[in-house]
């Protein structure tokens, strides 16, 4: 089971570092540009403590009268001076330039992971919370920046530093330079072991929770209504206090070990420190250093030790970045679902005939199909019903003619035109919808009407209102068009937000319509209003109705009886409501004689 864990957290750092570099790679030249600055700058601080002995010496070895003493000691101090001053020139350079480089890389991943997400299929979105989606997304670019930053402007220093340092002091003490060589590459190691073997697959799991912690307040808060109506806020309490006990119970174990990580690498450092200065003194006392090389030894330990006891900070930095853009990298990762051919053209329909042609198609994870060599023809211009039990098939069907699903076998064809071939988006640009539940922004009405055609004029947009019967309550609003209807449109009641949703879809003005029981959610008098506007829209244009309520398909052309993914019924309503025993038939009755109880 270890050993699992392990080979998930490789590959973790393994898709994070590639989905990095692959990031890199597009802005070459700046990332040369900082790794040459940095460079620059770190090889000023290894030779800092050098120069710093020098000056020592110089000062030790006579007063400020003697001149070789004082030429010396200002040849030193003014290469010092020179060295500081440089580092501190290169590393704002460089850090002016990967401020450039993160803010690029970040908004170029928000844009890159924003348009999948989009274009992730029905089901995808189905199965995930918004909110939880959001937070992967947020907190892996922050995470991007935070690893950025290190990598770049703190470990590459580090590791060149340990270099350096561990070379020049080998340079004039073999044996202390192995000394520090041997002991910054233990540290290291161990630091390294620690913080991905130990640390970071408690972090991974405390983000994990962080994540559902998220999705439950992001659900709770959506449907606070609900909560509401039912006087449930104390049960959501309870539910969130379950979630966030699991959270803190998994973040204090994190940081636990992280805090264990960093005793442990105080600890070594400490036997570090010891050897180095203690072999410092033992060549003093054997006469083979003098005042200014026990500076300088000193002087590169302490620069050294700041940067060792950084590595373990950046490597926990590193550590919590990674699992920190896991999940949105893995966002990266999944298929799309639903996606375009190579080279997709636009689809242009003109007549509107739709044509299924032998179509097998089955849910994921279903081993039934819903739809077995199913055909059907539907003629240009047609206003066709589609009727029958909760899932008959019906909404399926219209999510097929969409391409919000690609069937199993066979083909779907509309004016000829396979649409698995064609650009999604051009296809569903030219299929107008309203659906049962209708969906607003949370942006002014006037956006959301003009949603299905961003180029409309106002006199436009108002005219889709009114044959909505939507523009009377607008202009009734303080702001008219440009009141603000709240998220997904939860300050408009039910009838107002499917009336605007009516309206955008007469505004696409498609060749196609597909009307999802839109009547569902008005009263007596708006339906009518908008069923005489529905029957103006369908004229010339192929329509598809959904509907419970058969009052709303009894003056189609065509009816279709849907029970398991299959027509069993077919013909318009005179026709089917005299077949003896028929499902439609049945429904109708039923639908009557509640009606007629409702009027009792």
């Known amino acids: 089971m270890t050993s699992f864990r392990n080979a998930l957290r490789g590959n973790a750092f393994r898709s994070v570092f590639q989905f990095l ?44 009268t003697d001149e070789v003493a004082w030429n010396a000691a200002i040849a030193a101090f003014l290469t010092l001076l020179a060295l500081s001053g440089g580092a501190i020139v290169m590393r704002h350079i460089a850090f002016m330039g990967i401020i450039d480089l993160t803010l690029k890389m970040m908004s170029e991943i928000a844009a890159d992971t924003f348009h999948r997400v989009q274009r992730f299929s029905t089901d995808w979105h189905a199965n995930s919370f918004a909110g939880s989606t959001v937070r992967k997304i947020t907190r892996g670019i922050w995470a991007l920046d935070l690893l950025n930053d290190t990598l770049l ?21 073999p ?58 806020e104390g049960r959501e309490d309870a539910r969130l206090s379950r979630v966030i006990g699991k959270w803190r119970h998994r973040t204090r174990r994190t940081w636990v070990r992280g805090t264990i990580n960093g005793t442990t690498q105080g600890a070594i450092m400490l036997v570090l420190r010891a050897a180095v200065i203690g072999f410092a003194v033992f060549l003093w006392s054997g006469g ?19 940067y060792l006891r950084d590595v373990g900070m950046h490597v926990r930095n590193v550590q919590r970045s990674v699992n920190d853009m ?6 990266h990762s999944q298929p799309l679902g639903v996606e375009d051919v190579a080279g997709a053209q636009p689809i242009a329909i003109e007549e ?61 064809l509309i004016d000829g035109q396979d649409i698995a071939r064609v650009a999604q988006a051009s296809l569903r640009s030219q299929v107008a919808i309203v659906q049962q539940e209708p969906i607003l922004f949370h942006r002014s009405l006037a956006e959301n009407i003009a949603y299905a055609r961003p180029g409309a004029s106002m006199a436009e947009i108002e005219e889709a209102a009114r044959l909505a019967s939507a523009h009377d309550f607008i202009t009734a609003l303080p702001k008219g068009y440009a009141t603000l209807v709240g998220e997904r449109g939860v300050k408009l009641s039910g009838g107002e937000r499917q009336r605007v949703a ?35 829209l369908m004229v010339g244009r192929t329509t598809l109705v959904i509907a419970h309520r058969l009052s709303t398909v009894r ?33 109708f009755e039923r639908q009557a004689l509640e009606l007629t109880k409702g009027f009792a």
């Open 175 to 232: 044996t202390m330079g192995l000394i520090v060589a041997a002991g910054s590459i233990v540290y290291v190691a161990l630091t390294v072991t620690l913080s991905l073997g130990y640390v970071a697959p408690a972090a991974s799991l405390a983000n994990a929770w962080d994540t559902r912690l998220g999705g439950a307040l992001a659900d709770a808060v959506s449907c606070n209504a609900v909560v509401k109506a039912f006087g449930a």
């Open 288 to 306: 083979q250093a003098t005042a200014g090389d026990i500076a300088f030894v000193l002087t590169a330990f302490f620069v050294l030790q700041g």
């Open 555 to 587: 003056a189609l052309d065509r009816l279709l009886v849907f029970d398991r993914g299959r027509i069993v019924e077919e013909g318009d309503h005179v026709q089917l409501v005299r077949r003896e025993g028929g499902i439609y038939r049945r429904l």
């Open 326 to 331: 896991e999940e949105l990298v893995d966002i």
């Open 153 to 173: 402007v703190a470990l590459l220093p580090s590791a060149v530093m340990l270099v350096g340092s561990a070379l020049l002091l080998g340079w004039y003490w």
């Open 352 to 412: 509107g005939s739709i044509e299924f042609e032998n179509v097998t198609f089955h849910y994921v994870g279903h081993a039934t199909p819903l739809y077995r060599d199913f055909s059907l023809s539907i003629r240009p211009g047609e206003r066709v019903g589609l009727v029958g039990h909760s899932g008959s098939g019906k909404t399926t069907f219209v999510k097929l003619i969409q391409r919000l699903y690609d069937v199993t076998s066979g083909r779907i």
């Open 502 to 536: 009516i309206a955008r879809a007469f505004l696409a003005d498609a060749p196609v319509l597909i009307f999802d029981e839109a009547t569902s959610s008005l009263d007596s008098e708006s339906e009518v209003l908008i069923q005489e506007a529905m029957e103006r």
């Open 21 to 64: 570099d692959a990031h890199w790679r597009r802005q070459p030249a700046r990332l040369a540009f900082i790794i040459t600055a940095v460079l620059v700058s770190t090889t000023a601080d290894v030779l800092t403590p050098l120069y710093s002995g020098r000056l020592v010496d110089a000062v030790a070895r006579g007063a400020a």
